[in-house]
Structure formats: structure tokens, C-alpha cells
């Protein structure tokens, strides 16, 4: 990684200093011991457009329409083989670590709708929102295959269409915006409110989704 943990440079190394493959199984084989879970980061948008996975790959980018890309989340969450490529990651530390699926990282797709004329799809736009739940579809799908059970998706947004294809979400409404009503409404009236939106959301959510 090159910066922070959000710009990947090898999904398949691990960064130097953080410790070593054998002392990864091992911490996961311990929380597995204690009766906990371990969910991995996964991060499909992929880094920057100049690192080799970019440049062996420019396909795999998304373009504005003056053929320019970006230089960081730049990539087309809703191109097939881009897909495919952070599905054999995700398989891999599964496999290989014993993990038990992922939190992922900015997942509600690209940055801007793609303007490749070559997109194997209908419209630029739809490497956003079709994208970001293409990308969780194929990610989930790979961590159940072999872990059918316990193997779940932490989805990092907030949206209850994302629930379809993943286990959780984050609740951003109610922390940032539902809660802090708490401060400024007397409790007559924010009551009332909380319970007509925890029950719109019972509603409205994926059964059995969970919120983070």
C-alpha cells in the first residue's frame, strides 16, 4: 500500500512492518479460539491509475468523457473481469487465512459513470449504483462459496438497497442525523419521531439485515 490502507498497490502482499502471513493466520486462528469473528478489509476501488494493476489493466478504469481518469478511486466497479479479479482476493484470504468475509471500503460504486466506449454493459452510469452492488454480489458470493455459514459482507454505506446483496451496513442516519436530534427535541416529540423511524426502517430493510 502506498499512503494508507486505501491505496492498495499488491492486494496480495502484506505491507512491511505489519507483521507476517504466519502471524496473520495466526491472530485470526486465536479470535476464531475466543469465539469472535474476523473481518478483513477489501477495497474495490482500487488505488491509483498509475500503479501496474492500472497500467496492465487501463481497462479496468473508469473515463471521463475527454478520456481522462482519475487518480485515485478510479475503477469501474461494474467491469466484469475487475470484478472477478477482487473476488479471487477475497477467495484468497478466506482460503489461505481463514477469514471470514470483509468490510468494504467506499462499496456504492464508482466515482463517475464510465465513458469507455468499450463498457461491456448498456450506460456509463451504471458503473455506479449497478456497480457498487455487482462489486458486493460478486464479493459475497465468493466468501459464501466457502463459507456458506458464518461468511458475511460489511457493506460501508448506508443505503438498504446495498442489503440485498450483503449482510450489514452502516446505520449513517441514525447516528448522524437521527441522534442528534436527541439534542435539540423534547422528549415528547423525539420519541414519537425514533419510533416511527425505527419502524419505517424494520419496514423498508432487507429481512435480517443488520446495521452497524
Not at 130 to 144: F, H, I, S, T, Y
Request: proline share 7%; with cysteine.
Amino acid at each position: 500500500e502506498d499512503a494508507s490502507p486505501y491505496h492498495p498497490r499488491d492486494y496480495y502482499a502484506f505491507q512491511s512492518g505489519l507483521g507476517t502471513g504466519g502471524e496473520y493466520a495466526a491472530l485470526v486462528k486465536r479470535a476464531h479460539g475466543l469465539g469472535m469473528h474476523a473481518l478483513q478489509d477489501s477495497v474495490p476501488h482500487g488505488g491509483s491509475n498509475f500503479y501496474p494493476r492500472a497500467l496492465e489493466h487501463p481497462e479496468w478504469l473508469a473515463y471521463n468523457e475527454d478520456g481522462s481518469t482519475l487518480d485515485y478511486w478510479c475503477y469501474d466497479f461494474n467491469w466484469p473481469s475487475w470484478r472477478a479479479y477482487m473476488a479471487a482476493v477475497a477467495s484468497y484470504y478466506v482460503r489461505e487465512f481463514d477469514v471470514d468475509g470483509y468490510r468494504v471500503d467506499a462499496c456504492s460504486g464508482s466515482r463517475i459513470p464510465n465513458w469507455n466506449p468499450d463498457i461491456p454493459y448498456a450506460r456509463a452510469s451504471q458503473a455506479q449504483l449497478q456497480g457498487g452492488l455487482n462489486m458486493l454480489r460478486d464479493l459475497r458470493r465468493a466468501v459464501k462459496a466457502l463459507k456458506p455459514g458464518e461468511g458475511a459482507i460489511l457493506a460501508e454505506t448506508g443505503g438498504n438497497v446495498y442489503g440485498a446483496v450483503s449482510d450489514a451496513v452502516y446505520d449513517f442516519d441514525f447516528c448522524y442525523t437521527v441522534l442528534q436530534r436527541l439534542r435539540q427535541e423534547p422528549p415528547e416529540v423525539f420519541v414519537v419521531d425514533l419510533r416511527r423511524w425505527l419502524y419505517e426502517q424494520q419496514a423498508i430493510g432487507p429481512p435480517g439485515l443488520l446495521r452497524l
